[in-house]
């Protein structure tokens, strides 16, 4: 996904290893998954060795010309601009990302190795709270401890109404994680859906998927009504408080007397409005930004048809992403 943010089609993310200093692969784009294990890359050796080495982000456009290019390499790069940027977490090295060949086919500049720089940011982030994440999860008694987490902030019961029924299915990549769901009658005729998404997993993803889960319980009904004010809302009170991940959340209004949802998306995957009698499979048009990144923002809202026969399927990354390797089809083979 961050090769995407930087209109590129190849890029590979290194892990550091302080003691050997040496960067082993973590993942790549144009490096067969068979051959990680076989490539290894000295502090200093190299392009990213040498980013390892300086901490140094580094933009070059002829890597013919530069001598830290191992032109006798196995795998080469696709073309000859490379940006590169260490993973850094409070000064230590945690490996290096680098990003090759852009779509459009120009060099990388300057506004892109800025970009990359704060993806990488993000990123040491994300593998530093992974890191510690396994060393936690080593207590079965920490486990333990999340598992709770999660059960308390599941709904135990789903409101009843003979209009609407339900199927829900929570199944974590790793034991715990941080998707989390709600279902509330708001009033005689309105019924809240939430499904949300804290960036990573493992436990660090479930203490704060129950941290926004408790900022948004104590919201007033009047603010409920409203999905659009509902994710601005959250959105303020998250900003800055989920060290440097985010939510993806969708919020919509099903009022069963007049067969509409009214709605507003965070970063979300559109849930899937599905109609027996037309024989579709529609994805909810309606987007927006993620939530916990950016203050102030303003979210759009929609109002759809949803009619006795319809059904709406909401879903978390967790399914797309694991569903088919082609993602041109993902939606086929999930229904």
């Excluded at 319980?217 to 809302?233: G, I, R």
């Amino acid at each position: 996904k961050r090769q995407e943010y930087l209109e590129a089609t190849s890029g590979t993310i290194y892990l550091a290893d302080p003691n050997q200093k040496m960067l082993s692969i973590l993942a790549a784009k144009g490096i067969p998954e068979e051959a990680y294990d076989q490539i290894r890359v000295p502090f200093g050796t190299g392009i990213a060795g040498w980013v390892a080495s300086e901490k140094q982000d580094l933009l070059i456009h002829n890597l013919d010309a530069d001598p830290r290019y191992n032109k006798l390499a196995h795998y080469k790069f696709e073309s000859n601009s490379l940006i590169s940027s260490p993973l850094i977490y409070f000064d230590e090295l945690l490996g290096v990302i680098s990003i090759n060949n852009k779509k459009s086919g120009y060099a990388f500049n300057h506004s892109d190795l800025e970009l990359l720089s704060t993806i990488a940011n993000r990123l040491s982030s994300t593998i530093k709270n992974a890191q510690l994440f396994h060393k936690i999860v080593d207590s079965e008694k920490e486990l333990n401890r999340a598992k709770n987490i999660m059960k308390k902030i599941m709904p135990s019961a789903l409101p009843l109404t003979p209009k609407l029924q339900y199927g829900v299915s929570h199944i974590p990549l790793e034991q715990v994680g941080g998707d989390f769901y709600d279902v509330t009658q708001i009033t005689e005729t309105k019924y809240s859906v939430l499904i949300a998404d804290i960036s990573g997993h493992g436990l660090s993803a479930a203490v704060l998927a129950a941290m926004a889960h408790m900022v948004l319980k104590n919201f007033e009904t009047e603010l409920k009504l409203t999905p659009a004010n509902f994710l601005s809302t959250l959105n303020h009170m998250l900003y800055g408080k989920l060290a440097s991940n985010f939510l993806t959340a969708f919020y919509g209004i099903i009022d069963i007397e007049e067969n509409t949802i009214l709605c507003a998306n965070a970063g979300h995957h559109p849930p899937l409005l599905i109609s027996k009698s037309q024989k579709t499979v529609i994805p909810l048009p309606i987007k927006g930004k993620l939530l916990g990144l950016i203050p102030d923002l303003l979210y759009e809202e929609k109002q759809f048809s949803f009619s006795p026969e319809e059904r709406l399927v909401l879903f978390t990354d967790g399914l797309t992403e694991h569903a088919s390797p082609d993602k041109r089809i993902k939606y086929e083979e999930t229904l």
